[in-house]
């Protein structure tokens, strides 16, 4: 018994060759399934390729923005607790405080700086901060460095005319 191979018995296309579903001329290029498998499995390796590389790149800055949140958080836990430091004067933004220890582990602030003690102050000399305006300490040894967030705040607040 010799099987033919069964014939399209439905009805044939009707549009644009272009939109046709199956090979309408006999130059079309043959196309067999395992060239749409292979094109399919590459085009499934490109797309994850692309994909893998742009989650790294978002992994990286997941990475960086949680550097950047635990750096925050340490300076917010510094700023609180210099400001649960023991002072008997008003703080005025701008101006530099000084640090100390006394022996029972308290800390307090003082405006003579170990200069002014002549050689003997009364407690251990901690660190000396610049009070800011946003109520955040600046040690005075980062003083000279440049911020240039604040100068381009400032820049943006001139053109506006705030």
Known sequence: MNKQPKKHT?????GDDRTSPYPVSRLAPQV????????ISEADAMVN?????????IAD????????????LEEARLDQ???????????????????Y????????FSMLSPDDWGGSMPHKYI???????????????RLDEKDDSRELVNRLLLEKGL
């Open 127 to 141: 660190d000396s901060y610049r009070l800011e305006n946003d109520m955040s300490w600046l040690p005075v040894d």
């Open 32 to 39: 067999e399934l395992v060239d749409l498998a292979r094109q």
């Open 81 to 99: 607790d210099l400001h649960r430091a023991e002072c008997n004067f008003k703080r005025i933004p701008g101006k530099i405080y000084h640090l």
């Open 101 to 108: 220890q006394k022996n029972n582990g308290n800390t307090y």
């Open 61 to 72: 800055q997941i990475k960086s923005l949680q550097t950047e949140a635990k750096s925050v």
């Open 10 to 14: 439905g009805s044939n296309h009707q």
């Open 49 to 57: 390729t692309r994909v893998s590389a742009k989650l790294k790149v």
